[in-house]
């Protein structure tokens, strides 16, 4: 059976840092508030579950491994993503601890998590194997500690409070960060292989699908898992750590707790049937394109933008459709004379086999940044990484070959 981030004690986590900073278990256990021999049985214990020495016993004091290092580093991460989900959402007027986040337990925090993840006390014991009355008890102990309510019924559903989600996006964060580091020291090179990948449109079309191949030729027990979506439908997925990276359309500024990479930038077309009227016209004019419908993004999105530039200063033609989904907008090209802004990549089977057509030359100003999108303060596994070389690599031949 695999071992799950709150299987492993959070005080004892906790505890490793002041064992890495003071280099003396007595020392350490002064600064925690443990006795030495709890946290000597502690450490023993989380080094069994890990399967690895975390520090060398030494006559004068103990000395971290590289295992106890990045596992110092990770829960200290982990535990910091915990103090900031209390310190912004926990706040109970006086009625909660001062830190509610050193008291609470990895059962109580798993429990809570199961319950917002499955939407109901009933689906969190089905997923968890634990039984009602306990979850019950593991939420009423984290709202006293914290003062508020996580959670209250509305009808026959429950809805989880604006401090629920703070908690339950801080419980998932430390939560990656510690099977992170579970995955890197262990033993087993299987464990700690997954990369969860946010798809945006664009990068479904032939960026992902050839790096992915790449990253099982040289990481066969990689385990990845695409969630396919807009921007809108993935970046809180992201800022909740539920996805380690999105790729795609980057967002001009960044938003405030997310990192930005480009990779190359991607020339927009305007897209039609094949047989459009306007298909053997070399260079139409904005008059020309202004005669017909257009499937334009939803507000706010680089798509949308693209489309109000290429109209700006002349009357915008009509516009019946939003819509986000490539496979959507394809089929509605296909049966209607409407027009499209799309990427190349995005048509290019459609294209080729002769049901879609490039409409006129590429636009001038239809320039839009494809890279990746990372939680700020994010530290990718080996195999992350790897990806991410992966994803740089295939974004330079993208920019060699728009060159040429």
């Not at 960026?207 to 992915?212: E, Q």
């Amino acid at each position: 059976m695999s071992l799950a981030p709150f299987d492993l004690n959070l005080r004892h986590l906790r505890a490793l840092a002041a064992i890495v900073a003071q280099g003396s278990m007595s020392a350490a256990a002064q600064a925690v508030s443990l006795s030495q021999p709890a946290l000597t049985q502690g450490l023993a214990k989380i080094e069994r579950q890990l399967g690895t020495p975390l520090f060398d016993r030494r006559a004068d004091g103990v000395r971290p491994t590289e295992a106890g290092l990045l596992m110092a580093e990770r829960a200290s991460a982990a535990l910091d993503h915990l103090a900031e989900a209390t310190r912004s959402g926990l706040r109970g007027g006086g009625r909660g601890f001062a830190r509610p986040d050193l008291l609470m337990t990895a059962t109580q925090l798993h429990a809570f998590l199961s319950l917002v993840e499955a939407g109901s006390f009933a689906g969190a014991a089905v997923r968890t194997g634990i039984t009602q009355p306990a979850l019950h008890r593991a939420v009423r102990d984290l709202e006293q500690l914290g003062g508020v309510p996580l959670a209250e019924r509305s009808g026959r559903g429950l809805v989880v409070t604006a401090a629920g989600r703070k908690l339950a996006r801080g419980v998932r964060l430390a939560a990656t960060e510690i099977a992170a580091a579970i995955g890197e020291i262990s033993p087993d090179p299987g464990v700690g292989s997954r990369i969860t990948i946010g798809a945006m449109p664009l990068s479904r079309a032939l960026l992902l699908p050839r790096v992915i191949a790449a990253l099982v030729r040289v990481e066969p027990r990689a385990a990845i898992d695409i969630r396919e979506g807009s921007w809108r439908e993935l970046v809180d997925p992201l800022r909740d750590g539920a996805i380690d990276l999105m790729v795609g359309a980057l967002r001009d500024p960044p938003p405030a707790g997310l990192d930005q990479e480009a990779l190359f930038e991607d020339r927009l077309v305007v897209v039609g049937r094949a047989g459009h009227p306007l298909g053997e016209m070399r260079q139409p004019t904005l008059a020309d394109y202004a005669r017909y419908g257009w499937i334009i993004g939803h507000a706010e999105t680089p798509l949308r933008q693209h489309w109000h530039d290429l109209f700006a200063g002349h009357p915008a033609p009509p516009a019946p459709i939003e819509c986000g989904s490539v496979m959507v907008i394809r089929g509605v090209l296909r049966e209607s004379d409407l027009l499209t802004l799309l990427s190349p990549e995005q048509v290019a089977m459609e294209v080729e086999s002769g049901v879609l057509a490039q409409i006129g030359p590429p636009l001038p100003r239809g320039q839009r940044a494809i890279g990746i999108t990372t939680r700020t303060g994010w530290r990718p596994t080996l195999v992350q990484q790897r990806f991410l070389a992966l994803l740089r690599e295939a974004g330079d031949v993208t920019r060699l070959q728009e060159s040429e």
